[in-house]
């Protein structure tokens, strides 16, 4: 057979797999949930296969590429299926943000600038959706805004989804006074500079296109000094170390942030200087922050794919230092 | 009760008599109405024009009303209301017990404003005296900030002064900066392969300084590539880097004296969208082959992606970035690396530029700045918790203030 | 419809994940087409984005359209329209934008670096101010940290975690600005801080790396999460 046509029958394959599962899901199939003991075994079969992989490394033969990606895949879908819990102790960059946002009074005014988009929501959504349930918790009023175009959009999926929960719902919370989108606006450092100034000046209307006057929760809001306390989710440039610039060391806000971890490291300095409140590092970041909230959802669930993709990946560079070393006795040898 | 309203009664009459102007008080058929909860006004009301504004703001302070306690208080809160140019007093701010000042941001240059604090109860007003007539002013300079433009001016001064000597001729020392060697290296190399370059800029506008230093860093390896006559692609993810790049590159073909071997479609735009761009150029790779990449800008997340796809298709690679984040994949996929300011440091290197040169050196004055601060910060700081010093607080305290942007 | 729709969705999201997926088994046509429709979508997306919110949502609703009315008033001699939020100031960049595409006459192209100019001055000059207050200025004074946390002979109590942690954040700062420092060559004891400064450098990347195999993750999981559960049903 050739390879073409082994790649077809693959590709039949995974499309004949989707549809019957997905013809499963339409008719009601109950979703899969490893029992404790199946995924405990399946953990020890992951684990057992890596250390057979690092004898064959021992014996010379290396494995290619595609086994490593097929491993990685493994590693975070499994855990999907999985009931184990893992423990995890809060932070003290992470309480930093909760003891921020839960020792404002009811009633305070809080920014929430939502500067990322759909491809680091994994990281960041479970943040924003945790937050915004303390908030409307703890009767606080929120105000939202992006420099990222879809920013927004992903702030009004967080708002819809803890908008439907039971809590939440009975307080019967009023948009335009418990909670405003003001959306996108271009710009980008340079919003947060105007905004200093003036808040209207940049969000002349909110999301939908209800002028800035006509909504009562920021009517009186002109500028930072009208905020209690501002959050700041963000993936990249403009983000994080821009409002720490300029909210922060020029209008003097007080900030708290959600950052994906690629991002963290270039934070962290900002939150041992006491410029930040408090800092979410990606994704074990949202779920100490779900943690300390009592309210263990995506982020927790996650944490676990997470968790055992690390162990994979350590046992890879393990395996490829094995490897390296192994390769450069060689050619010492043949040198 | 009675004797409370006694007292609240007292209070009053002793401010009203002592203003200027009488505060309009509430107290009209109260003082028979025991149902109602009299509390006494705030006290010392002052107006003050901000300072280092634009003339837009003035600051409120007041003594809270003797009812206003945490336990058992009477204070409701306060009403702060404005009057402009003699007219009519306007509500503008409702706040809660306890607070004791308040800014009002919406003030104008020509205007007189006088205010009065009003101290709530359930059922009663009572007002403080107004405030003497005041109009705010326009500060031009923010004494708040010296120090930050001291130290602006010092670093700015420096390379100001480093690129007058430059231009004068003066020859400024810059140390040597591992990794620049092996770019003729690295395009010989793709000339003897027969292979082509390519320029990756990073996903930055040109108004990022990154950018801009791996563009002055392609044009001297266009120079070498039309010397060669080697092929380079550069795909950008900015209509305006495309543009540069395109310039910069013809302008180096025409400098090596082969403008007609260039091309604009050497340099070409894909989309602004990140991972978009990512799987664009990831393409281009796979397919070109090329056998030496450059990954010179500002990168963020692709930064892995882009060096290792290069690495999967054998291409020497040579990046540089100033985005600490993305340093590390570069150091684990890319053969050589421009850690962050050596990429300006390369740049400036390369190009000889007495501009380029003198802000290098500017900076480095910044940074000697920095490091005699730090070291003497930290001996002060020791010295004075080790030995208890009390100068040696003062000090520390001093140099606190002075980096201090707060 | 609706249904029908959501179906086409799913399945449409699904093939196209899997599609930048098969990249990791080789370059094939299924990836390309997906990377050809991505970049094809996100170069839409963001030319609509800028027209919308630059153009439209800031220039034309600022000051294009009053002006216009403004123009239409004074030749028919009708009313001149309502100046209530219109900020022309906005026409400098309306002027500048419009610098910028005289690129494509060779002839006035030279004009279109004023724009360029604009922007990178502007930029330069916000930048300059908030690199030094939040990136020196406050770093400095941060760094300033004793060694020691508590007075000699009154109780030396300070845990080794407090000692290392002050000395970290000293030598750490200071052997890398070292590093950074392009005056003078890394020879002799000088060299010896600098190369104590890439030391502390690589550890921060180490450090960096794991941060972001974390981020990788994330995104992989997202994605999954998306097939094994929105699309297949197959998980919670």
Redesign the interface.
């Known amino acids: 057979m050739t390879t073409k046509a082994k790649e077809l029958i693959a ?1 039949a394959a ?1 499309l004949i797999f ?1 549809l019957i ?2 013809l ?2 339409t008719f009601g ?1 109950e ?3 490893f029992s404790t003991a199946v995924s405990l075994l399946v953990v020890i079969l992951l684990l057992a296969s890596l250390l057979w992989i690092l004898v064959l490394t021992l014996q010379g033969k290396l494995i290619g590429r ?1 086994v490593v ?1 097929l491993y ?2 493994i590693a ?2 499994m855990p ?2 999985m009931k184990l819990s893992q423990e995890m102790p809060v932070s003290p960059a992470v309480q930093g943000v909760y003891d921020a946002v839960t020792e404002l009074e009811p009633g305070s005014k809080v920014l929430i600038a939502c500067d990322y988009d759909p ?5 960041l959504q479970p943040m924003a959706e945790t937050f915004i349930r303390i908030c409307f918790q703890r009767d606080l009023k929120i105000i939202i805004m992006g420099i990222w ?1 879809q920013g927004p959009q992903q702030a009004n999926l967080a708002l819809e989804k803890i908008l439907a929960e039971p809590d939440i719902a009975a307080k019967n919370l009023q948009y335009g006074i418990d909670y405003v989108n003001l959306g ?3 710009g980008n ?2 919003v947060i ?1 105007r905004m200093g100034g003036s808040f209207k000046s940049m969000f ?1 209307t909110d999301y939908g296109g209800i002028p800035y006057d006509e909504l009562p929760l920021v009517r009186n809001v002109k500028n930072f000094s009208n905020i209690d306390y501002c959050f700041n989710l963000s993936s990249g440039f403009p983000g994080t170390v ?1 409002w ?3 909210a ?3 209008y003097d806000v007080e900030l708290g942030a959600g950052n ?3 991002q ?2 270039t934070v962290y ?2 939150l ?4 930040l409140t408090g800092l979410l ?4 970041g949202a779920a100490e922050f779900e943690r300390a909230a009592d309210a263990r959802v995506k982020g927790t669930k ?1 944490m676990l ?2 968790s055992v ?2 162990i994979v ?1 350590i046992a890879f560079v393990l395996i490829g230092n094995v490897a390296f070393i192994m390769s450069g006795r060689k050619s010492a040898l043949k040198g | 009760m009675k004797f409370q309203i006694f007292v609240t009664l007292l209070a009053l009459s002793l401010s009203v008599s002592a203003q200027d102007t009488p505060a309009d008080t509430n107290l009209i058929d109260t003082a028979s109405d025991t149902s109602l909860v009299i509390v006494a006004p705030v006290t010392s009301l002052i107006a003050i024009d901000h300072n280092y504004d634009k003339g837009e703001i003035i600051d409120l302070r007041w003594v809270p009303s003797i009812d206003d306690q945490l336990l058992d208080g009477k204070v409701l809160g306060y009403n702060v209301y404005r009057i402009v140019n003699n007219g009519e007093p306007d509500l503008i701010a409702e706040l809660p017990p306890s607070t004791t000042s308040f800014q009002d941001q919406d003030c104008h240059l020509d205007s007189v404003y006088s205010y009065y604090v009003a101290a709530l109860s359930e059922s009663f007003e009572a007002n403080s005296n107004r405030t003497a007539p005041i109009s705010t002013e326009r500060e031009w300079l923010n004494f708040d900030r010296k ?2 433009f001291l ?2 001016l010092i ?2 001064g420096s390379v100001i002064l480093f690129i007058t000597a430059a231009r004068r001729g003066t020859k400024l ?4 900066i591992a990794g620049l060697e092996a770019v003729d290296d690295a395009v010989g190399r793709a000339t003897e392969m027969g292979r082509p370059i390519l320029f990756i800029p990073g996903i930055r ?5 990154q950018t ?1 230093a791996g563009l002055t860093i392609l044009g001297r390896i266009s120079r070498v590539i039309a010397d060669y006559d080697t092929r380079i692609f550069m795909p950008t993810s900015r209509s ?1 880097v495309m ?2 790049g395109r310039e910069t590159i013809k302008a180096a073909y025409t400098a090596a004296g082969r403008p007609d071997k260039y091309s604009d479609d050497m340099v070409t735009y ?4 990140q ?3 990512v ?2 150029v ?2 281009v790779m ?2 070109e082959k090329p056998a030496t990449v450059f990954l010179l800008g500002a990168f963020f ?1 692709e930064s ?1 992606i882009l060096a290792e796809t290069g690495n999967y298709i054998g291409a020497i690679q040579i990046a540089g970035t100033a985005r ?2 993305q ?3 570069f ?2 996929a890319c053969d050589f690396t421009l ?4 990429l300006f ?1 390369a740049s400036a290197y390369l190009s000889g530029e007495p501009m380029q040169l003198g802000s ?2 500017g900076q ?1 004055v ?3 700045i ?2 005699v ?3 003497a ?2 001996i ?3 010295i ?5 010093v009390p100068f040696m607080h003062d000090v ?1 305290g001093w ?2 203030g002075v ?3 707060r | 419809m609706e249904a029908a729709f959501e179906h086409f969705r799913l ?1 449409l999201a ?1 093939f196209l994940t ?1 599609g ?1 997926f098969s ?3 080789k ?1 094939n046509p ?3 087409l ?2 050809a429709i ?6 839409g ?2 030319f609509v ?2 027209f919308w ?2 153009f439209f ?2 220039f034309w ?1 600022g000051a294009g359209d009053y002006t216009m009315q403004w123009l239409a008033s004074v030749f028919t001699g009708g009313e001149s329209p309502s100046a209530e ?1 219109v900020d022309l100031m906005l026409w400098i960049g309306a002027i500048l934008g419009f610098l ?1 595409l005289l ?1 494509l006459i060779p002839k006035i192209g030279w004009l ?1 670096r004023w724009p ?1 100019a604009f ?2 001055g502007a ?2 000059g ?1 930048w ?25 002979g ?1 109780g030396f109590d300070a845990g080794s975690g407090v000692i290392i942690g002050g000395l970290v ?2 030598l750490g ?2 052997s890398g ?2 590093y ?7 020879t002799g004891a000088f060299g010896t801080t600098a190369r104590v400064g890439v030391f502390f ?2 550890i ?6 794991g ?12 994605r ?2 998306y097939l ?2 929105d ?6």
């Open positions: 590709v995974i989707s599962f997905y499963g899901k199939w979703p899969t949930e595609r990606f990685v895949g975070v879908a999907l299926f491809p680091t929501a994994p990281e175009p996108f606006q271009a450092e340079f500079q002349r821009e720490v610039q300029i922060v060391d020029r994906t971890a690629v963290a490291p300095p900002y041992s200087s006491g410029q590092g990606g994704m074990s996650y794919s997470q993709s690390h990946v | 120090w930050l130290i602006a670093v700015g020392f810059v140390r040597k506008d040109m108004d990022d300084v801009l305006l543009t540069a894909y989309t602004d969208e991972f978009g761009y799987a664009a990831d393409g796979v397919r997340a892995l600490p984040a340093l590390p994949f150091i684990a850690i962050g300011e050596e440091a290098l050196k480095d910044g940074k000697a920095a490091m601060v730090i070291v910060g930290v002060a700081a020791t004075g918790e080790a030995w208890d520390v140099l606190s980096f201090s942007t | 399945w699904a899997l930048i990249f990791l088994y370059d299924w990836y390309k997906s990377e991505f970049v094809g979508i996100s170069a997306y963001w984005v800028l919110d630059n949502g800031k609703v939020g910028m690129r279109s360029l922007i990178v930029t330069a916000l300059l101010i908030n690199y030094i207050a939040s990136n020196v200025m406050v770093q400095v004074q941060a760094t300033m940290v004793p060694l020691f946390s508590t007075v000699f009154a954040i000293f700062t200071f600005l070292v950074f420092f392009f005056s003078k060559a890394h450098l690589m921060t990347f180490g450090a960096s790396f941060y972001t195999v974390m981020s990788r993750m994330s995104l992989l999981i997202g999954i999460d094994l559960g699309w297949l049903g197959m998980i919670k």
